[in-house]
């Protein structure tokens, strides 16, 4: 299952049935430790930029039970295994719009506030014959934070509170089969998304159930193994909205998007294994829920919905080492870029939409760093133990 578990992006790629190291077989059990990012950074004025981030720091546990097909049939999957991992991380968001003399009229708006992520993931992988399994797996990934706003006001002023919630799960259900040094599945992917953004002045509540595909390909030819991994899910989502003055409910329906196409290269040696992958994501959601602008804060507070349109392009390497047959330690990095275009339309009065050109990037340090923007991230640590016997 990779480490999008312990990924701060909740709405990203998630692949319920892939490896990217195969799993050891027997009984296993893991741990490991994570610190991720996701940022986003908008132009509200020519060469003048504003931020915001989500931080979280995860501690991942998991136990397991994997056994290898027969003979040379597969490449890298379990023929028979079960799996459960857990992930928790408290999280600190902040943003920023900072007083401009070049641009008067914009007010200062900054946000800082904490909240956790619970994320879990099951999978049930049976064995049916020698070359083919059926799989089952369900997948969780939520946030929910609290944030201290300051729209308008002096420094160290506080104008409102708001709660955010974003919460995807998955579930799939699919078909594995095996030939010798390949296999191909193919499976069901339904998923629950659900989001939230309350202030004083603005309240969204929207949730919705979205069916899908999900498909895969798997190659090992010596120490070589390459992995080709798509899935698209797409349906229609509730959304209810209340605004400043009056809250009457604004009930509507938007259609979302969620589909990733994924390409992995592994090479083993005798003790040490390499993964590196690269994925394109796109997301399209009635709802903007993580690391919210102070752009975007002002304009929902004043009665405007969003959609919100990202492409992204993520890269992860995944190193893993074995001190013994029984121990086996991974480090992993996570690399993502993107942009996302907001639509803001006025759901109160009759103002026109405004176009929100968002990167999905941070804006630390000088130069070049800070031209370009840095990456979100991922960095984990983990280690397997083995503490049951060999499968077969």
Wanted: hydrophobic content about 40%; charged content about 20%; glycine content about 10%.
């Amino acid at each position: 299952m990779g480490i999008d578990l312990v990924s701060a992006c909740v709405f990203c790629a998630a692949f319920l049935f892939s490896s990217d190291l195969p799993p050891q077989p027997g009984l296993t059990a893991e741990m490991g430790l994570s610190y991720a990012t996701l940022s986003r950074k908008y132009p509200y004025a020519p060469d003048r930029n504003e931020t915001s981030d989500v931080t979280p720091k995860f501690v991942m546990f998991g136990l397991g039970n994997a056994h290898a097909p027969a003979g040379e049939l597969g490449a890298g999957t379990p023929a028979s295994e079960w799996k459960v991992r857990f992930a928790v991380a408290p999280s600190h968001d902040e943003a920023a719009r900072r007083p401009d003399p070049a641009v008067p009229d914009l007010p200062q708006v900054t946000a800082t506030g904490n909240g956790r992520y619970e994320n879990f993931a099951l999978l049930g992988r049976f064995r049916i014959g020698d070359s083919d399994s059926l799989e089952m797996a369900i997948d969780r990934r939520s946030h929910k934070s609290t944030d201290l706003l300051n729209v308008g006001l002096s420094n160290h002023s506080l104008s409102e509170e708001r709660t955010l919630g974003s919460e995807r799960v998955d579930a799939g259900l699919g078909w594995r089969h095996r030939w010798n040094h390949f296999e191909a599945a193919a499976s069901a992917r339904f998923i629950r998304l659900t989001g939230y953004n309350t202030t004083a002045n603005y309240n969204s509540n929207s949730s919705g159930k979205i069916i899908g595909l999900d498909v895969e390909g798997r190659m090992r030819q010596g120490r070589w193994s390459v992995v080709l991994h798509a899935d698209r899910t797409s349906g229609p989502l509730d959304v209810v909205e209340q605004y400043f003055p009056s809250f009457e409910s604004h009930a509507t329906t938007s259609d979302a998007l969620l589909e990733a196409a994924r390409l992995g290269v592994g090479y083993s040696w005798p003790r040490t294994e390499l993964f590196l992958s690269a994925t394109l994501d796109r997301q399209r959601l009635p709802w903007v829920t993580m690391a919210v602008l102070g752009t975007e804060t002002v304009a929902f507070d004043g009665g405007f919905h969003p959609d919100s349109n990202t492409r992204e392009s993520l890269y992860d390497l995944s190193a893993r080492y074995a001190f013994t047959p029984a121990i086996r330690v991974q480090a992993s990095v996570w690399l993502g870029y993107g942009s996302e275009s907001v639509t803001l339309t006025d759901a109160v009065d009759d103002r026109p939409p405004i176009l929100l050109d968002v990167k999905r990037r941070g804006d630390f340090g000088g130069g070049l760093s800070r031209k370009l923007g840095s990456p979100q991230v991922v960095l984990f640590v983990g280690a397997n133990f083995l503490i049951g016997s060999t499968g077969h």
